[in-house]
């Protein structure tokens, strides 16, 4: 019986396999949702004065801040750091829940503009979608997918018909996420429908 044959890379392609492996980490970083919201708070703040004042600064930190806050605190402490991506993506969630509910009663209690509750409506009912999906469920709806289509349909939908071409950005997002066997295409689907299909319903009710 002839002895099993083991498959090694030559040095070329372990360095091109590794440089693919980075591009795909690049992506995943660069589509980070917290990022997404910045972007788009920012973009709404500075085209059609949403926000504005100090409610500006604490839409930042419910929407972008706290949901960031679990890859450093993760990445900082070591025995969570050595639970790897489980935990993070557990805090991750956990954490944008509570950014989320702090700024919606924040919306509510000061009396911020229907356009704007929708805003943050969306974003909490996708949280909680997720929520439910990953620890009820166990389908992990990807944030990645959602924290990029929710801010694209957002801006189309209240600035610009043109960032709609956003959409090609969900691209590299499902390829990387695939490729690093982070999410399945039903859940980056699902991950992409999510905050889509509430604004749809949100800002035709509340805008």
């Not at 950005?169 to 689907?189: M, N």
Request: proline content about 7%.
């Amino acid at each position: 019986m002839n002895a099993p044959t083991t498959m090694h890379l030559s040095p070329m392609d372990q360095g091109s396999s590794a440089r693919q492996t980075l591009i795909n980490f690049i992506v995943r970083f660069v589509a980070l949702p917290p990022l997404m919201a910045l972007c788009a708070i920012s973009i709404l703040h500075a085209q059609l004065g949403y926000f504005p004042g100090k409610s500006f600064g604490v839409m930042l930190m419910c929407l972008s801040l706290l949901p960031f806050l679990p890859y450093p605190i993760t990445w900082l402490i070591p025995s969570l750091r050595y639970r790897g991506r489980f935990i993070q993506r557990g805090m991750a969630v956990v954490f944008s829940l509570i950014g989320y509910v702090i700024g919606t009663v924040y919306c509510l209690a000061n009396g911020l503009h229907e356009m704007e509750l929708a805003i943050l409506l969306s974003y909490l009912g996708s949280g909680i979608i997720i929520a439910l999906l990953s620890f009820l469920c166990h389908f992990k709806c990807s944030g990645h997918a959602s924290g990029l289509a929710g801010p694209i349909t957002l801006l189309g939908m209240q600035v610009s018909p043109v960032f709609f071409l956003g959409y090609v950005l969900l691209l590299p997002v499902f390829i990387s996420s695939l490729r690093l066997k982070r999410h399945s295409k039903e859940e980056l689907i699902a991950g992409a429908l999510t905050p889509s299909l509430l604004l749809l319903v949100l800002v035709p009710l509340l805008g």
